[in-house]
T-cell receptor
Framework: NAGVTQTPKFQVLKTGQSMTLQCAQD?????MSWYRQDPGMGLRLIHY???????DQGEVPNGYNVSRSTTEDFPLRLLSAAPSQTSVYFC???????????????FGPGTRLTVT | AQTVTQSQPEMSVQEAETVTLSCTYD???????LFWYKQPPSRQMILVIR??????QNATENRFSVNFQKAAKSFSLKISDSQLGDAAMYFC???????????FGTGTRLKVLA
């Protein structure tokens, strides 16, 4: 298994450009999520999905769109990039073991995005 | 809303010594999970240890153990016999049972001195 993969690893955008960060997992996990990591702020949840066709907002959703058409893929779209979106982005996935179960998140390697 | 606080931005420990990283959290829920993640310079997030709130026994994984104080809402990580490879950022995280929203602390950078 490749686990959780993210592309690209690095990206530089100009203000106003749009782009899609790709995330894929081959573990048949139901849950997928996107985080951004900024210095001194830990990881903050942007959007998450509990299954194909179902997405919801996290803590910092503004400026980002997601969709989940398949179990494997969960792309993150930046509609009009801003310097405030300069960050490291992590995708994660997790399996469901029913209510009350402990299930760890598997993280991708991250994408470092710089918006100038 | 739940919060996770890591009050130590940076810690240092001598190789082979023991170090404790602090984490406090705030929640009104009674059923939840707590996690410690390690992020080495490679940037990869690695699960170190996890604790179910309903379990009174503290979790242990080899050299890593936690001190879970539910009433005090405290979840500290103890690393014994520290090794150079333990140098990393450590994040404390919380998740309410039945939800998928994880809340992370701001992290503690651990330096291991040879």
């Amino acid at each position: 298994n490749a686990g959780v993969t993210q592309t690209p690893k690095f990206q530089v955008l100009k203000t106003g450009q749009s782009m899609t960060l790709q995330c894929a997992q081959d573990m048949n996990h139901e849950y997928m999520s996107w985080y951004r990591q900024d210095p001194g702020m830990g990881l903050r949840l942007i959007h998450y999905s509990v299954g194909a066709g179902i997405t919801d907002q996290g803590e910092v959703p503004n400026g980002y769109n997601v969709s989940r058409s398949t179990t494997e893929d969960f792309p993150l779209r930046l509609l009009s990039a801003a310097p405030s979106q300069t960050s490291v982005y992590f995708c994660a996935s997790s399996y469901s073991i029913g209510t009350g179960g402990v299930n760890e998140q598997y993280f991708g390697p991250g994408t470092r995005l710089t918006v100038t | 809303a739940q919060t996770v606080t890591q009050s130590q931005p940076e810690m240092s420990v001598q190789e082979a010594e023991t170090v404790t990283l602090s984490c406090t959290y705030d929640t009104s829920e009674s059923d939840y999970y707590l996690f410690w993640y390690k992020q080495p310079p490679s940037r990869q997030m690695i699960l170190v240890i996890r604790q179910e709130a309903y379990k009174q026994q503290n979790a242990t994984e080899n050299r890593f153990s936690v001190n879970f104080q539910k009433a005090a809402k405290s979840f500290s990580l103890k690393i014994s016999d520290s090794q150079l490879g333990d140098a990393a950022m450590y994040f404390c995280a919380y998740r309410t049972s039945g939800t998928y929203k994880y809340i992370f602390g701001t992290g503690t950078r651990l330096k291991v001195l040879a």
